[in-house]
């Protein structure tokens, strides 16, 4: 359900862009030619030199703040750089789902059940509130994740090569594997969801199918939607907020024109969001031709279209709630972004790579407290 949106030991060379060639198999190199003039002949010499001396400059690939034997267990199981090498396959599994990237997807199946108006807190409308957040969480996220992570695989081979893909960690086969089980999963309990509801129209598997359609072209090639910075990280946002919001509205609801619209309204911010992830992979998607837009704009620029982006869009849906006769929610919404700003000139304007996690888990909060006021406001 998700796209996607905005991060491992040993380099498999036949899926990187480098190679290291004609490794050196004698205790001595021949330097440059050392050439002595006599009256009667011309001596010619080569000089040695110790291989100690001249060695292969490869970068090192588990540098400890990006994982290796010493990185962080819990952000193995989450995805998220600082991860520890595991060799526990199930643990990798999970890994590459990134379950840090649930969250928002099971928030954004909060929102719309309540924006529809019609969630009571009966054990049958809470059972199908969570089929509906795993449907979005673990098994379409993670669907989205794994289908990245295995389409990313020769960018994380400079970008982060201690990644599970990249570093031989997991098969080709159990990858594909796994992005076919969760996808089919997802699209399953879609049906079963809509079926519960007793829908004449199957929305939610629609929506399903929508949702896998935009992440494996956002992703994969021909299209590719990642490739261009406005397009891919649009797709991303509406996959974060608006997609799962549909979902929950849809299970409880009627979903409306108008909250179609405000709802992309909001993945402009969802935008921005996933701009903070692009400053990490610069070097990777220069590498590769991929116009993220700090790589079209510089650091400088795109961080300032970033925080922006998600400023302006929540600024804009409080006058518009304002506008609809709802002061109080747009208030309160005023007030959840200031601390999002505040946050924003701390950690991300100063170093967007250094602070990216610490600014991502401070000022994230806010935003998405501001998308319940929102749907609490649109379904009084």
């Known amino acids: 359900?998700?796209?996607?949106l905005n991060g491992i030991l040993s380099i498999r060379l036949s899926d990187a862009s480098w190679s290291i060639s004609n490794p050196l198999r004698t205790s001595q190199l021949a330097s440059p030619l050392s050439v002595s003039f006599t009256p009667r002949r011309l001596v010619v010499r080569a000089t040695e030199t110790d291989?100690?001396?001249v060695k292969a400059k490869v970068p090192d690939k588990t540098p400890a703040a990006a994982g290796g034997s010493s990185g962080s267990s819990i952000n193995q199981i989450l995805g998220i750089k600082g991860a520890k090498q595991e060799t526990d396959k199930w643990k990798i599994r999970v890994q590459?789902?990134?379950p840090v990237t649930w969250p928002p997807l099971v928030w954004g199946v909060v929102c719309g059940a309540a924006a529809s108006g019609n969630f009571h807190w009966s054990l049958d409308d809470m059972a199908k509130a969570l089929v509906c957040m795993l449907m979005s969480g673990p098994c379409l996220t993670g669907y989205t994740q794994t289908l990245n992570d295995w389409y990313d695989r020769e960018i994380?081979?400079?970008n982060e090569p201690y990644r599970p893909i990249p570093s031989g960690a997991i098969s080709e086969f159990e990858v594909i594997t796994q992005i076919w089980v969760l996808l089919l999963a997802g699209l399953g309990l879609a049906g079963l969801l809509d079926v519960w509801a007793g829908h004449d129209v199957p929305v939610l598997f629609y929506l399903a199918v929508g949702g896998s359609l935009l992440s494996y072209i956002y992703s994969a090639p021909p299209l590719k939607l990642k490739q261009n910075g406005w397009i891919g990280n649009f797709a991303l946002g509406a996959s974060?907020?608006?997609l799962p919001w549909w979902a929950g509205q849809a299970l409880f609801g009627t979903l409306t024109p108008d909250i179609i619209v405000l709802t992309l309204l909001y993945s402009i911010a969802g935008l921005g969001i996933a701009i903070v992830n692009d400053f990490k992979s610069v070097e990777g998607d220069r590498a590769l031709g991929l116009q993220s837009l700090p790589v079209a704009f510089g650091t400088e620029t795109a961080k300032w279209i970033c925080v922006g982006a998600i400023d302006v869009t929540q600024i804009s849906v409080a006058g518009y709630l304002l506008g609809s006769g709802?002061?109080?929610?747009?208030l309160a919404l005023l007030g959840l972004i200031v601390p999002q700003v505040f946050f924003q000139f701390k950690y991300f304007l100063k170093?967007?790579?250094?602070y990216d996690v610490k600014y991502q888990a401070s000022a994230q909060p806010f935003l998405i407290l501001g998308l319940l006021v929102t749907a609490l406001a649109t379904s009084s």
């Open 240 to 242: 974060y907020i608006s």
């Open 96 to 98: 590459l789902t990134k």
């Open 1 to 4: 359900m998700a796209s996607a």
């Open 326 to 330: 709802k002061p109080y929610y747009a």
């Open 351 to 354: 170093d967007p790579v250094k």
């Open 156 to 158: 994380d081979a400079i």
């Open 51 to 53: 291989t100690n001396e």
